[in-house]
């Protein structure tokens, strides 16, 4: 992963701005809000690469490295780790930009597992890397 000061990677998964909702009393963004973006960040990317519906079986190495403020610019950007038979680990860091400032800061980061299932909910194996 990047460090906290170089650039983030070309293209969020997901963005989107923090709201007073998503903050604690003391006015920063809940840890589990951003916990809960990153999972739909890498649930997409994963669900694109097993070309259907995933779901999330572990979090592993999450850090949180700075508070997000109300009003920040929230980017998750995605790259695939590791893949099993059935399970795709995804490497997911989160950046974000204050409202008048352009340089974005690395403030999560955190290595996901989804693995794929089938109409019924059992893991079925993922398609084969084209």
Do not use: H
């Not at 951003?34 to 890498?42: F, K, R, V, Y």
């Not at 994963?46 to 980017?75: C, K």
Request: hydrophobic fraction near 40%; aromatic fraction near 6%.
């Amino acid at each position: 992963m990047a460090d906290a000061n170089s650039e983030p990677p070309q293209s969020p998964q997901l963005r989107m701005i923090a709201m007073p909702a998503d903050a604690n009393a003391g006015g920063s963004v809940f840890g589990g809000w951003t916990l809960s973006q990153m999972d739909l960040a890498g649930g997409s990317f994963a669900a694109e690469r097993a070309d259907g519906r995933v779901v999330t079986v572990a979090i592993d190495a999450m850090r949180f490295l700075r508070p997000i403020a109300v009003g920040d610019e929230v980017s998750c950007y995605c790259t695939a780790e590791d893949a099993g038979d059935t399970s795709l680990k995804v490497r997911i860091e989160t950046w974000a930009r204050g409202r008048g400032r352009g340089e974005a800061e690395k403030v999560t980061e955190g290595v996901f597992t989804f693995v794929a299932i089938d109409e019924d909910g059992r893991p079925r194996s993922l398609p084969a890397e084209g």
